[in-house]
């Protein structure tokens, strides 16, 4: 769990009013209390993870002047016969005092209010939310002047860096595309000093570079891929399948047949993009394709045993992005890649628990039959919709 208000997390501006008017469009910096980022990763909380984890480059590096360091240079080999290093603390010391920065990879994926921070995000944006963190010590940066081929959103926990934004070169560029967007645009356009409690949005494409100007700084690295014409277009054609005419070879030998049947291919595609909510049946399908990030219920592997456990626990709803449809007597489901239909009778059920908000078992029971919804729950549990709250919830 975190304790951040998304609502409020690019204040002045609402949730809204950033999506609508800043996320992938233009450079956005506001300011917060120097404290609000704490509760997600604090120094304590990236020793712990450092000293108690197994790591293996990429997900832990070193970077200095815009080169990954050997992972020789700051690990040691493992015990006998181990197939793994360890972390050196005096070579990492060693390391970011002469100028490396210090980068863990999606974090979000092993500290737990990290991965809850991008959960909500996912789930008020629709897209996939990766985060890095970042920590660096010296004024020497750890990455020359690049660019991203997602949207980022930086939060600063704690020091200060400079962020030189030098605008885009290409408008809009893909991580797979036509021009590799090598050269950056002259001259910078902007220069932002970042203080513990800022957020600042860089959209995708747009060059720049970063130093510290105060240390240890360390800040987390919102990473979002939002779909774009062209993941439609590859979504349209695999839907066009469906069709012979499309499944036919290209008549490419004769000169008047491949006009006519290039016509044809113009007109089907038109007519399929034109149809009604053909890019919302896109973003459903990609909101009920998503991945859903795993938890576990263990002790209980079985029905009988998830149903017994859930006496007195509370569960929360476990996939970020899905959809839900109330249909004739039904209520269907499709999240993380598969499809579940109820009885009209578990709506309630199924609205309350999509809220995402931790429910205690036993107000869901009070509803209905007792053991009925413990065993509903235990269904979804075995699927992965829903999870069991421990005591203290997303502590590791």
């Given at each position: 769990?975190?304790d951040?208000?998304i609502?409020?997390?690019?204040?002045p501006?609402?949730?809204?009013q950033?999506?609508?008017e800043k996320?992938?469009?233009?450079?956005?910096h506001?300011?917060?209390s120097?404290d609000?980022f704490v509760?997600?990763?604090?120094?304590?909380?990236l020793?712990r993870?450092?000293?108690?984890?197994?790591?293996?480059?990429?997900?832990?590096?070193l970077?200095?002047n815009?080169?990954?360091?050997?992972?020789?240079s700051?690990?040691t080999?493992?015990?006998?016969?181990?197939?793994?290093s360890?972390?050196?603390?005096?070579?990492?010391a060693?390391r970011?005092?002469?100028?490396a920065?210090?980068?863990?990879?999606?974090?979000?994926?092993?500290?737990?209010?990290v991965r809850?921070?991008?959960?909500?995000?996912e789930?008020?944006l629709?897209?996939?939310?990766?985060?890095?963190a970042?920590?660096?010590?010296t004024?020497?940066?750890?990455f020359d002047h690049?660019?991203?081929d997602?949207d980022?959103?930086?939060l600063?926990v704690s020091?200060?860096k400079?962020?030189s934004?030098?605008?885009?070169a290409r408008?809009?560029?893909l991580?797979?595309?036509?021009?590799p967007?090598?050269s950056?645009p002259c001259?910078e356009?902007?220069?932002?000093?970042?203080?513990a409690?800022?957020?600042?949005h860089v959209?995708?494409?747009?060059?720049h570079?970063?130093?510290?100007?105060?240390?240890?700084?360390?800040?987390l690295?919102?990473?979002?891929t939002?779909?774009?014409?062209?993941?439609?277009?590859?979504?349209?054609a695999d839907?066009l399948?469906?069709?012979?005419?499309m499944?036919?070879?290209?008549?490419r030998?004769?000169?008047?047949?491949?006009?006519t049947?290039?016509?044809r291919?113009?007109?089907l595609?038109?007519?399929e993009?034109e149809?009604?909510?053909s890019?919302?049946?896109?973003?459903a399908e990609?909101?009920?394709l998503?991945?859903?990030?795993?938890?576990?219920?263990?002790?209980?592997?079985?029905r009988d045993?998830v149903a017994?456990?859930?006496v007195?626990?509370?569960v929360?709803?476990?996939?970020?992005?899905?959809?839900?449809y109330?249909?004739s007597?039904?209520?269907t489901?499709r999240?993380n890649?598969?499809?579940?239909?109820f009885h009209?009778e578990a709506?309630p059920?199924i609205r309350?628990?999509t809220?995402?908000?931790p429910?205690?078992?036993?107000?869901?029971?009070r509803s209905?039959?007792?053991?009925?919804t413990?065993f509903l729950l235990?269904?979804?549990i075995?699927?992965?919709?829903?999870?069991?709250?421990?005591?203290?919830?997303d502590?590791p």
């Amino acid at each position: 769990m975190h304790d951040i208000d998304i609502a409020s997390l690019f204040a002045p501006l609402s949730l809204d009013q950033f999506l609508t008017e800043k996320l992938g469009k233009e450079p956005y910096h506001c300011t917060g209390s120097t404290d609000r980022f704490v509760p997600l990763l604090d120094w304590d909380a990236l020793n712990r993870l450092l000293s108690d984890r197994r790591w293996e480059y990429p997900r832990f590096r070193l970077a200095q002047n815009g080169q990954d360091l050997p992972p020789a240079s700051y690990s040691t080999p493992g015990p006998s016969g181990a197939d793994h290093s360890v972390l050196s603390v005096r070579e990492i010391a060693c390391r970011v005092r002469g100028g490396a920065s210090l980068v863990v990879d999606a974090i979000d994926e092993i500290w737990p209010p990290v991965r809850s921070l991008a959960e909500d995000l996912e789930h008020a944006l629709g897209e996939y939310v990766k985060v890095n963190a970042y920590a660096s010590w010296t004024q020497e940066p750890g990455f020359d002047h690049h660019w991203d081929d997602h949207d980022v959103i930086v939060l600063q926990v704690s020091g200060s860096k400079r962020w030189s934004l030098f605008g885009e070169a290409r408008r809009y560029p893909l991580r797979r595309d036509v021009d590799p967007n090598l050269s950056p645009p002259c001259g910078e356009v902007a220069t932002l000093d970042i203080k513990a409690g800022d957020v600042l949005h860089v959209p995708r494409g747009h060059w720049h570079a970063v130093s510290t100007i105060e240390g240890p700084s360390l800040h987390l690295t919102v990473g979002i891929t939002q779909r774009t014409a062209v993941d439609y277009l590859h979504w349209l054609a695999d839907h066009l399948t469906s069709n012979e005419f499309m499944r036919q070879p290209l008549p490419r030998y004769s000169s008047a047949d491949l006009a006519t049947h290039s016509a044809r291919i113009a007109d089907l595609v038109a007519r399929e993009s034109e149809a009604s909510g053909s890019i919302n049946a896109f973003l459903a399908e990609m909101d009920a394709l998503a991945p859903a990030r795993q938890r576990f219920s263990l002790p209980s592997v079985d029905r009988d045993a998830v149903a017994e456990s859930l006496v007195g626990a509370q569960v929360v709803w476990v996939p970020s992005r899905f959809r839900v449809y109330d249909e004739s007597q039904t209520v269907t489901v499709r999240a993380n890649g598969l499809c579940w239909r109820f009885h009209e009778e578990a709506q309630p059920l199924i609205r309350l628990l999509t809220s995402r908000t931790p429910v205690a078992v036993d107000d869901l029971a009070r509803s209905g039959d007792d053991v009925r919804t413990r065993f509903l729950l235990a269904d979804l549990i075995m699927e992965g919709l829903v999870t069991i709250v421990a005591d203290v919830r997303d502590q590791p």
